[in-house]
């Protein structure tokens, strides 16, 4: 069969088929150029770019760690669980892709591959492969993506976040392949894994319901613990209090400058020689009494002659408010 895969694919090398995402040539056959094949098999999307990182959700798994202390799940969802994690007996002969699951879910239970330590966003906690602990890492991730509202989790791919978070909670073996002198990195996990262990977890209803019911109840608590903490925060200052600091400070900054300035000058001019705060002030010039201007100037087109109506127009408006008074009293 994989021979005459192998053969249409040889066949339909030159044939114009284009990528349903990015339009580039596929293989002829596929309706996904290679990259976009990779991304639906191992992140449920062609629309995702990359795995979730456990530092998106590391301070979730606290918090679901604490909520589940408080409200340990009932012992059905317990047993239910246990039996997810168990690797699913098959009737021989098992095929290839079976096999890579039970390989996969049988380290689950061996100690060699267990962490000893893991991290909740910054704290450093003994790892728990309780089914509980467990349950604690797929309620953070559930929580992770509701709190987005999915946003970013399009297709499959929420369900692929968490089996993903599943799979990295072990050690894996590691790689010496690709010509790497140090292989520090584990082997990444199959596409096939991933997909197994989703069509596995989509057949455990009533643990993800209780996923989700889960998540949504330590959102809420951590959005009312983070209101609380906000209120109790020191005071923020209004606009008006605000305001009224800015033109403190603007006018201690206008005084240190002109002293600044005085300091300075070295030319000392005649006024500030009498700048004295003592001096008597003369009074304001008093102005005139309002009078009639009588008729309004010709406008032949000068700037005297402008002047001369604006001045008239002053005039006037004062001559004309005086009138208003007299006729009031
Ligand atoms: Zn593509």
Redesign the pocket.
Known sequence: MSESIQSLRKANKYTDRR?D??H?QTDGLSS??K??LRRRGKLGSVRVTRQLRHRDYAFLVGIATKYLKKNPPQSNIIESMLRFLQPPGMVRPITRKQELLITEMSRWSDPRYRNKWTDHGGYRRKANYTPTGILAVLIAVKAHVEERDGVGFPHDSEDFAMMFALTRLWRRPRSLSRGMKNAKYSSKVSKTVLTGLVKRWREYTMVGVYVLQTARAILAEYRASEAERIKSLPKTYTQEEMRKMYEVQQAERRKREEAEAKAKRIVIDIPSLFDRKDEPKLPPVPEPEPFDPGSRPVNDGSAPAAAAIMKWCKDMERWQKHLREKATT
């Open positions: 990528c995402e990015c580039r996904l150029c990259l976009h």
